[in-house]
C-alpha cells in the first residue's frame, strides 16, 4: 500500500514536468491536423505537383497583361481542408498583391518562371516545405508550443533522413477542430 501512495504523486509530477499544455486532447488534435496536413502534402500532393497549390496558371487579360489566375488559385486553395479561412485569404491576398504588380508591366509575351517583381518572387520557393522542387522524402514533427489560444508546431522537412528545412506551422481552434492559419518556414 506504500508503494502505491508513493507512485502516485510520482507519475503525477513526472505527466505534468514534460508537457508545458493543459489539456493533452487538445494537443493531440494540434499533432493530428499537422501530421495529416503534411503526410497528405508530401505523399500525396507534392510528388504529383511541387507547385500546383501555390502557383496557377497565367491569365491573359490582352495583348501585353498577364496576370495569375486567381480564381484557379481560390479553387485549388479551398480544396485544402487543413487551412483556415484566414489562412486561405492570406493566400489569396498574397497573391493579389503579385498580380497588382504585374499589371504594372507591358509583357511581350507570356512570363517566364521566376520573373523578378518583388511582390511575386515567393512564389518561386515552395512556401510549406521549401526549396524549388527537390525531392523531399519526410517529415518529422519536433516540438509543439501553447501560448494562451494560440497553438504552434516546428515540423523539420527531411531528404534522405536529414533536416532540408524546418516549418513553423501556426494552428487556430474552429469550433471543435484545429486549422492551419499561418506557416513560415526556418532557414537552418
Known amino acids: ?17 514534460h508537457s508545458n ?30 507547385s500546383y497549390y501555390q502557383i496557377p496558371p ?3 487579360l490582352d495583348e501585353t497583361t498577364y496576370i495569375f489566375d486567381l480564381r484557379e488559385f481560390k479553387e485549388r486553395i479551398n480544396t485544402i481542408d487543413y487551412f483556415s479561412e484566414d489562412y486561405k ?17 507591358n509583357w511581350e509575351y507570356e512570363p ?13 520557393g515552395n512556401q510549406w516545405v521549401g526549396g524549388q522542387g527537390e525531392k523531399i522524402t519526410g517529415y518529422k514533427i519536433d516540438r509543439d508550443e501553447k501560448n494562451s489560444e494560440e497553438y504552434s508546431v516546428i515540423v523539420s522537412i527531411l531528404i534522405e533522413g536529414k533536416t532540408f528545412v524546418r516549418s513553423h ?16 518556414l526556418i532557414r537552418n
Do not use: G
Open 58 to 60: 497565367f491569365e491573359k
Open 112 to 124: 517566364e518562371p521566376m520573373f523578378n517583381i518583388n511582390a511575386c518572387n515567393y512564389l518561386w
Open 89 to 105: 485569404e492570406k493566400l489569396v491576398s498574397k497573391l493579389e498583391s503579385c498580380n497588382a504588380e504585374m499589371r504594372k508591366i
Open 21 to 50: 499544455h493543459t489539456n493533452p486532447s487538445q494537443d493531440s488534435l494540434v499533432l493530428q491536423t499537422v501530421d495529416k496536413f503534411y503526410n497528405w502534402y508530401i505523399n500525396v500532393a507534392y510528388p504529383k505537383s511541387t
Open 169 to 184: 506551422v501556426f494552428l487556430t481552434k474552429k469550433v471543435d477542430e484545429f486549422k492551419i492559419n499561418e506557416i513560415k
Open 1 to 17: 500500500m506504500k508503494t502505491t501512495s508513493l507512485l502516485v504523486p510520482f507519475i503525477l509530477y513526472t505527466l505534468s514536468s
